[in-house]
């Protein structure tokens, strides 16, 4: 019997530390991209990540192999989880202001979940996507241009925007006008992210949306 508690002791011991390796390999990730928004990918280094962390700069090595690594895998990991978001609402096939509704509250909630690297994103992606481990920006640039250029064109063939919208000019005051939020939002402020949303879509949607 004893024997048989100390395998059982012995098998949960790997699985405990994967765990605890994760979750911190989690907060150096947070803490990085903290300090990409703020001090600028280029001014950011190692040493400084490390300093934010509490960590030698040595030690942040054993997680991680450089700050590029650290800055693709968080860049990865909001775009992945936007891309399951926004396909998600296209999927469901919504009528195009009820689609357009739904981008942009996904928008705020993903600004809500990773406001650091939406900053990095905006900050850093045109001086990013020249270097070839970051060319899958590039890609997620034009899946995000059709997704949005799609919706507002069904609009206005469907009559529920009006005739004579600009649909890249719209696209490109919605784009920027949604992610430069992620300069002043601070998660756990007096508005959730889908108050904001309906905010903002109140104000854009009564100058698209065709008046009856």
Excluded at 128 to 145: H, K, N
Excluded at 178 to 185: F, G, N, P, T
Aim: charge should be neutral; proline fraction near 2%; charged fraction near 30%.
């Amino acid at each position: 019997m004893p024997t048989k508690k100390k395998s059982q002791v012995t098998a949960a011991e790997p699985a405990a530390a994967t765990a605890a390796a994760r979750d911190r390999r989690g907060e150096l990730l947070d803490t990085a991209a903290e300090v990409f928004a703020e001090q600028g990918y280029n001014a950011t280094t190692v040493r400084k990540i490390a300093d934010h962390a509490g960590m030698l700069a040595g030690s942040l090595y054993y997680h991680f192999d450089s700050k590029e690594s650290m800055l693709e895998e968080i860049l990865r990991t909001f775009l992945d989880e936007l891309w399951d978001g926004y396909d998600a609402v296209l999927a469901a096939g919504l009528g195009p202001r009820e689609t357009l509704e739904a981008l942009v509250t996904e928008s705020f909630r993903e600004i809500d979940r990773h406001r650091a690297a939406v900053a990095i994103y905006q900050k850093e992606s045109r001086q990013l996507v020249a270097q070839e481990r970051f060319a899958f920006l590039v890609e997620s640039q034009r899946r995000f241009e059709k997704a949005w250029l799609s919706t507002l064109e069904r609009g206005v063939a469907a009559r529920v925007f009006r005739a004579d919208l600009d649909v890249r000019l719209t696209y490109r005051f919605v784009r920027d006008t949604v992610w430069v939020a992620a300069s002043w939002y601070r998660p756990g402020g007096q508005h959730s992210p889908d108050e904001i949303a309906r905010q903002y879509l109140s104000m854009v949607l009564d100058g698209i949306a065709v008046r009856t």
